[in-house]
Structures are given as structure tokens and as C-alpha cells.
């Protein structure tokens, strides 16, 4: 029998890999213009860095996560999200003595055993920003500033920024109390998992996306009608300063995440069509995750983006990303002339052209028709005849038109052709 690849994850073709390549092109040269530095994190962890990082009561915990015992006995995760990593490496690697803040990101596969769907898979890929040791507002409209130039930069259309607070420590304490009040005369009509969370973690329920759930928290209270004096404040001026760059938000009460560590700033960016909305990303503050983990509390704020879901978005708008990374030549070998086809490609490679020849032993009548295919702009044919004379043909596929070119100027004549 076949061996398939596994459920939940996909082979990225060439065809595709351009795709990837040039969103990743765009997501290092934002990150390059607003002075971002790449970080690059093992793909596991200690589990206790989740336990303790994203929150026990979480789905991604609870649920979701892909852990195993290593050969020494120790408890082992594949990261199913990169913040915790990031705050991880920057406590262990001393980043705090650096000057502050430190911006960060980082792209990488992340690993969920969730229900495989459409841009939803078991092994896929986020784009990570963080910037950590900064609290003001600012930092919190950068960030989101940042992940909408992203998508609109790639031309992701049809995205509405909805964004909340979450309070800080102090200024939630009242609101699960609250919401159990609320709660307490329908716990038996909610889901399992939310008749679960009214006790360990209430604040969960508003972010149940079962739709009865829904229904009988339209009114429950939210982590707004809680906000300290301070927390309110933080949250205004982030809007305002969205509102300075340019940048419209829904405020929705109701927006949490699924994450433990959030506090104060929470959003996330939907894509919208036809009445449905689907996440692209999201992100917000966690000022105490550092502490959680084992740290001195260090102030940060920070979004992921899940880039599969973005392609196909992409593609769903028939938006065309930039993939010209093909062949700029081939060299077709006629008659034995092969060590003389080997020396013009290294030619051309050295030039620095994307280059290949015939490997196969085809006709040149084959060769040429495997050219077109390919869409390679320029040919360049090795025949007996001319190797004696010194020459080999230069062919422009899109006219048909050729000249003889001197070999050791036919690197020279290609990258000139090329717009080199």
C-alpha cells in the first residue's frame, strides 16, 4: 500500500513554493522597514512552557496540543503557537539586559491536532511579531498598524480590525464572579465545554463560538464594563492613535482569544465576504506572561498571522502575488557537444542567471519542446557544427528570432537579453 502523508498536513509544490516565497519576501521586508529582527525557536518545548504559558483551562491545552515522553522520560511539545517561545528564549538568552524594546519575529510551522479544514491544518504556518519591554499604547497600535500593512501589502482586501481590552489582573477580578451570576440560571443549556469553564476560567465563555452559547451571553457582562481607570485610558488612546494612522476598528466587547496571557489590548483581523467573517489573525498584550513562565513581569504586546489561511484568501480574490523566480535559460545539448553545454551553464550560473540544461539525453526537436513548456525565455543550443566554429545559438523563444554568439561571450549576451 501507498504510504500518504499524514491527515492534517500538505506537501507545498513547486508552483506553490513561489507563493510562499513571496509572502515571506514581503513579511521580511515590513518587518526590515519598521525595524523588526528575526528570531528562530526550536519547533519543541518543554510542555510546562504551555501548561504555565498559554493557560491550562485553554482549548490548545486541553485539547489540542501534540505531546509525547522523549527517550529520557521528560514531557515534550510541539509549540502550538510562538509566543511562549519567543518570551522563553528571550528570559533564558538574557534579552532583557539589551535596550529596550526588543522587536522580534519570526515564521514557522506550528502543530495543533485540530478538525483539518480548509486553511485550518494540523501542521501549519504563522507569522509571529512581538515586541516586548515596551507598555505604552503605542507599541499596541504598531503592532496592529503592522499586521494590516502586511496583508494589504500583498492585496488582501475586505479586512475589518475588531479590537478589545481585557483589563489588567486587578481590574478583572470582578468579572468572573460576574459572569457566573449571569450564567448561573442556564449553566444546563450551554455547551460541555463552556459548563466546564463557568468554574475554572468564566471569561472563556464569551469566546465560545457555539451558536446557543452565544445567544444567552448576548448580555453577559464584558471585560469593558470592568475596565480600571488606567485600563480605560490605555484603550483610548490606542484607538486614537489607529484613528491618527488611518486605521478603522470595530470595538467588540466579546473578543477575548483563547489565550491566558492576554491583558489589556486584544484584536483580531477578519476577512469578510458575502456576511461570513473568518479570522485571519489576531493578537494583543500579555504583560504577565513572562512572569507566568518564570520571569521578572516585562510589559509586551504581539500578533500571529496563519499564512495558509492567507493564501487562500489570495487566491479566493484571485489576487496574484509576484512568482517570477523561473528559468531565465536552458541549454539544449545537440550532438556531442555535452562538456561544452557544462561549461556555458556554469557560464551562466556565474553570471548569476537561473539556469538549466538537458539531463535526460532527449532529441533537440524534445529538448526545445520541453523549453516551451517551460516558458523559459531564452535557449541556448550547443550543436556540433558550431562548437567547431567557436559559436552556439542564442534563441529567443517569444520571437523565434536567433543569433550566433562567440561561447565565451554567450553568458554575457544571455544576461544582457535577461535585462540584466
Keep these: ?40 525557536t526550536p519547533i519543541f518545548e518543554h510542555t510546562e512552557l504551555f501548561l504555565r504559558g498559554v493557560g ?13 515522553l522523549d527517550k529520557g522520560g521528560r514531557s515534550i511539545t510541539l509549540r502550538p503557537e510562538g509566543t511562549a517561545a519567543i518570551a522563553r528564549a528571550y528570559l533564558e538568552n538574557k534579552m532583557f539586559a539589551q535596550p529596550q524594546p526588543i522587536k522580534l519575529y519570526c515564521a514557522g510551522p506550528m502543530f495543533r491536532y485540530d478538525r483539518p479544514q480548509a486553511g485550518r491544518l494540523r501542521q501549519f504556518h504563522q507569522f509571529d511579531v512581538e515586541v516586548i519591554g515596551a507598555e505604552g499604547p503605542g507599541a499596541d497600535a504598531e503592532i496592529i498598524v503592522l499586521a494590516m ?88 488612546q490606542v484607538r486614537r492613535q489607529l484613528d491618527i494612522l488611518g486605521i478603522e476598528c470595530v470595538v467588540n466587547p466579546r473578543l477575548v482569544r483563547g489565550l491566558d496571557y492576554y491583558t489589556r489590548t486584544a484584536f483580531e483581523i477578519l476577512f469578510t465576504e458575502s456576511g461570513a467573517q473568518n479570522a485571519v489573525g489576531g493578537g494583543g498584550r500579555y504583560d ?48 556531442d557537444t555535452e562538456q561544452l553545454a557544462t561549461r556555458i551553464l556554469a557560464d551562466l550560473r556565474k553570471e548569476g542567471l537561473a539556469a538549466d540544461r538537458d539531463y535526460a539525453g532527449r532529441s533537440l526537436k524534445a529538448q526545445m519542446k520541453y523549453a516551451g513548456k517551460t ?6 543550443i550547443t550543436g556540433e557544427d558550431e562548437a567547431a566554429r567557436g559559436v552556439a545559438v542564442v534563441r529567443m523563444m517569444t520571437t523565434g528570432e536567433q543569433t550566433e554568439v562567440p561561447i565565451e561571450m554567450v553568458a554575457e549576451r544571455v544576461r544582457t537579453l535577461s535585462g540584466r
Design 1 to 40: 500500500m501507498q504510504i500518504s502523508r499524514v491527515r492534517g498536513t500538505s506537501d507545498i509544490l513547486p508552483g506553490t513554493t513561489e507563493k510562499w516565497q513571496a509572502m515571506e519576501q514581503t513579511m521580511h521586508q515590513i518587518c526590515r522597514e519598521y525595524a523588526y529582527r528575526e528570531i528562530r
Design 56 to 68: 491550562e483551562t485553554t482549548d490548545i491545552v486541553e485539547k489540542e496540543m501534540y505531546t509525547f
Design 149 to 236: 500593512d502586511f496583508l494589504a501589502r500583498l492585496g488582501l482586501k475586505n479586512l475589518q480590525l475588531h479590537i478589545n481590552s481585557v483589563g489588567c489582573p486587578q481590574c478583572r477580578q470582578v468579572l468572573p464572579e460576574k459572569l457566573r451570576t449571569y450564567f448561573s440560571g442556564e449553566v444546563g443549556d450551554l455547551c460541555g465545554d463552556c459548563r466546564t469553564r463557568i468554574d475554572r476560567n468564566p471569561l472563556r465563555v464569551l469566546d465560545c463560538k457555539n451558536g446557543k452559547c452565544r445567544d444567552i451571553g448576548r448580555e453577559a457582562p464584558t471585560p469593558l464594563d470592568c475596565l480600571c481607570t488606567a485600563c480605560t485610558e490605555h484603550f483610548e
Design 288 to 335: 504577565g506572561l513572562m512572569e507566568t513562565i518564570g520571569g521578572a513581569s516585562v510589559p509586551a504586546v504581539g500578533f500571529a498571522i496563519g499564512l495558509e489561511r492567507v493564501l487562500l484568501l489570495l487566491d479566493r480574490q484571485d489576487v496574484s502575488l509576484d512568482t517570477s523566480v523561473g528559468l531565465e535559460a536552458f541549454v539544449a545539448v545537440a550532438g
Design 375 to 380: 516558458q523559459v525565455p531564452l535557449v541556448v
